[in-house]
């Protein structure tokens, strides 16, 4: 069975910083393209950022270039989201996602605020 | 960035009747191998999203075959023959062709 299990979420200042972790299984996660997707309260969900099988790519949203940094570890079958200078806007429940929305996590509330 | 909009963004139906929900790409979602990236997820309240349709047309494994996407270039729908109680939630529209993918608004539907 297909899990992925995102940690790391919280409450932060604004200005702070995070690290998401999003634990992979029951299937081949070095042969798959990740991506980290997040859903505002309230809203619809926003693709963020994505990371290529062995890690050599990587595309981000314009709004969090510069800040976030996408990451993964093959051999702990774990995909990362460090997350800078983090502003209000960026709050939302952040998920873990294997292809174009093939399977999705449960997510990791992310709130930032003074 | 493509800009995806759909309609209507609020439906109440009928349990049993059909339903339809259309979404439009600002360009084209054709890639150049060919393929058209539009899927569709349904969101339950408290819940992930999850996804029905990809590629246009094709269904997930377990999603029911009152489920039926089409579509093509920029204009898509999707549809179902009879509505459940299950069904109530949010469909959102994806386009994962060119980046960053997009989803549209959402059209919320209710009994």
């Known amino acids: 069975e297909v899990q992925l299990v995102e940690s790391g979420g919280g409450l932060v200042q604004p200005g702070g910083s995070l690290r998401l972790s999003c634990a992979a299984s029951?299937?081949?996660?070095?042969?798959?393209?990740m991506h980290w997707v997040r859903q505002a309260p309230g809203k619809g969900p926003d693709w963020v950022a994505n990371?290529?099988?062995?890690?050599?790519?990587?595309n981000y949203v314009d709004s969090v270039k510069g800040r976030f940094t996408i990451s993964r570890d093959n051999a702990k079958n774990s995909l990362y989201l460090q997350m800078n200078s983090l502003r209000v806007e960026d709050t939302a429940v952040y998920y873990c996602?294997?292809?174009?929305?093939?399977?999705w996590g449960q997510g990791t509330l992310v709130i930032v605020s003074s | 960035d493509v800009v995806m909009t759909q309609s209507p963004l609020s439906l109440p139906v009928t349990l049993g009747q059909p339903a339809s929900f259309s979404c439009r790409s600002s360009?084209?979602?054709?890639?150049?191998?060919?393929?058209?990236?539009l899927n569709w997820f349904q969101q339950r309240p408290g819940q992930s999203p999850r996804r029905l349709i990809y590629?246009?047309?094709n269904r997930e494994s377990g999603v029911p075959d009152r489920f039926r996407g089409g579509g093509s270039g920029t204009d898509f729908t999707l549809k179902i023959s009879r509505v459940e109680a299950e069904d109530v939630g949010v469909y959102y529209c994806?386009?994962?062709?060119?980046?960053?993918?997009?989803f549209g608004p959402g059209t919320k539907v209710d009994i």
């Open positions: 996602v294997w292809g174009r929305g093939y399977r």
């Open positions: 029951g299937f081949n996660f070095n042969t798959q393209w």
């Open positions: 990371i290529k099988e062995d890690g050599s790519s990587k």
């Open positions: 360009q084209s979602l054709v890639q150049s191998d060919g393929k058209t990236y």
């Open positions: 590629d246009v047309s």
């Open positions: 994806l386009q994962g062709t060119h980046w960053p993918y997009t």
